[in-house]
């Protein structure tokens, strides 16, 4: 495995461990596919050798790798089938949020389980509640010394091999608590809990034999204590545990985006058409080229991100930067390693339609990429809004003609009419197909809000602005009509031609 500059000593030695320790198992891994078997032995035996324990404080068994040493196990656990994504969601069922929101007693409690590999899932999603996990429709409601939860889950990966399942239900009907994320709470909830049913078992395109499935919670008494977290804690929990998941979960796509170059690398070096190697055609080695950039460009990401958050960040940018463009670019190099392959890269004797077929659920699971854009685009501007702004202002240059961005002088005038449209109908040479901003107005006029909204309701009474509005009904927007820049200059003063343009063609 490749390594990182700023991975530790103990994390280049884990590195190494776990790819021998894959390549030990996976004759094992290949025959229990084959069985349609969830290979539970295999997942028993790393625990037994430390994998499930790379992310828990040394007090309760765990290695302390932090979560690039797990995504470095993760990675590699997905060059075999079914391993990683089960090693993933066991991971996420109670682990980041333990250490984020737990109390030292449930860290007491629960970690040393987790460190010897007890199995867990995640229970977000519901019949009725997808993308919108704010929907919750689960209810937690407190008697006495515990909580009764009532509602169904579906989805749930490892569900019924799981003992541990990390639940979130609603604990608040207040509007106000919905308003600030405060209307939902996480729990423990386990195998055997009285009322704790499994329901369904999914029958997938992917993810080999780990189960899928939904999750029946009827009545069921969960003790107090089994809350993570505070009443109330239950969003936050779930999004820096999503923000842990997404990077964990783009480990385990780089790991299979290693298996798209592998065996068709193996299998071009041993195919002859044509009287050459199929290797030596260039068409196959772009293909491969383009695979190649591409794992190198999600490792790079998902490692960064992990390294981030290890270090106290959130890294929710990141993580669905990462898990996004991890997963689009798995589908497109699983397709292609099929097509470099050819017929044999279809059929299940080369281990590579499989990872086409969880490429697609990777799309989806864990926040559809839709939802990870809409984040990206969210967080992700606002984080670099700075970097970002324009600090001049584009006004056209007397000698050139055209708008050439200029230092802000600061001064400004007192604001009348006639002034604005001035300034708009100059707005309107640079940005010909842009209202002026509020800001940029004030940025001219040193004038109050109630003051700037009357004129500008005065002049569209009068036919000379056009107002856009935002939803809250504010005036946000505003550009000078055809009419306004007739009044506020002659034709003249808008024209402008490039130097090469003939004169006897201007009309
Ligand atoms: C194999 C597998 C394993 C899973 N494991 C788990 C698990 O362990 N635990 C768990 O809780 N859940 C799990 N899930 C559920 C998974 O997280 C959801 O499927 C996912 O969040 C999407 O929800 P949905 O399927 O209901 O799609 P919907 O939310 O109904 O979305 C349908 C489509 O509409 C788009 N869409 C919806 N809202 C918007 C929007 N606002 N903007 C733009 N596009 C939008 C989506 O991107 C998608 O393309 C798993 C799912 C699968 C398939």
């Excluded at 790798?65 to 470095?72: E, P, Y």
């Excluded at 080999?208 to 993570?228: C, F, I, K, Q, R």
């Excluded at 200029?406 to 449209?421: A, Y």
């Amino acid at each position: 495995m490749e390594k990182f500059p700023w991975w530790t000593d103990a994390q280049v030695k884990l590195a190494d461990e776990v790819e021998s320790f894959i390549d030990e198992i996976r004759p094992e891994a290949e025959r229990a596919w084959y069985n349609q078997e969830y290979p539970r032995n295999i997942m028993e035996e790393a625990a037994k050798r430390g994998f499930m324990a790379v992310d828990l404080p040394k007090k309760y068994g765990g290695t302390e790798h932090g979560l690039t040493g797990a995504c470095i196990v993760c990675e590699t656990f997905n060059r075999v089938p079914s391993l990683g994504i089960s090693y993933l969601v066991t991971m996420l069922g109670g682990n980041h949020q333990l250490h984020l929101y737990g109390t030292e007693e449930q860290r007491a409690k629960w970690m040393p389980m987790m460190a010897k590999g007890q199995l867990a899932g995640v229970c977000i999603t519901e019949p009725f509640v997808g993308s919108d996990a704010a929907a919750t429709a689960t209810t937690a409601v407190k008697e006495g010394d515990h909580y009764v939860i009532n509602g169904k889950k579906r989805f749930i990966t490892n569900a019924g091999v799981a003992e541990r399942y990390m639940v979130y239900a609603r604990t608040s009907e207040d509007p106000n608590d919905r308003k600030k994320y405060k209307h939902l709470s996480a729990f423990i909830v386990t195998k055997g809990m009285p009322g704790f049913t499994l329901e369904k078992i999914n029958d997938l395109i992917g993810i080999g034999y780990t189960p899928n499935g939904a999750l029946s919670l009827d009545d069921v008494e969960v003790p107090l204590e089994n809350m993570v977290g505070k009443v109330g804690d239950g969003w936050i929990a779930m999004m820096s545990g999503l923000n842990y998941e997404r990077t964990l979960g783009a480990s385990m796509l780089v790991g299979m985006q290693r298996e798209c170059i592998s065996y068709p690398v193996w299998y071009m070096e041993r195919r002859v058409q044509f009287g050459a190697l199929t290797s030596e055609r260039q068409t196959n080695q772009f293909k491969m080229a383009n695979i190649i950039a591409k794992l190198k460009l999600a490792r790079l990401m998902l490692y960064h991100t992990a390294h981030i958050i290890d270090s106290g960040e959130e890294g929710a940018t990141e993580s669905a930067i990462s898990k996004s463009y991890a997963s689009d670019t798995l589908f497109e190099s699983s397709a292609e390693a099929i097509q470099l392959i050819g017929g044999d890269g279809l059929t299940k004797f080369y281990p590579v339609e499989w990872i086409m077929r969880d490429a697609k659920v990777h799309q989806i699971t864990m926040g559809t990429n839709e939802i990870m854009r809409s984040i990206i685009y969210r967080a992700g501007l606002s984080e670099i809004k700075e970097d970002i702004k324009v600090v001049h202002k584009r006004v056209i240059d007397d000698e050139l003609g055209v708008p050439i961005s200029t230092v802000r002088s600061g001064s400004k005038s007192q604001i009348d009419e006639d002034k604005l449209l001035k300034l708009l109908a100059n707005d309107y040479r640079a940005n010909p197909g842009l209202h002026m901003s509020r800001a940029d107005i004030k940025e001219d006029f040193d004038v109050e809000d109630g003051k700037l909204d009357d004129l500008l309701l005065s002049l569209e009474g009068e036919g000379l602005v056009d107002l856009y509005k935002d939803r809250k009904g504010r005036i946000s927007l505003v550009k000078a009509t055809y009419p306004a820049l007739q009044k506020a200059n002659p034709l003249e003063y808008y024209r402008w031609f490039p130097a090469w343009y003939k004169e006897e063609d201007k009309f």
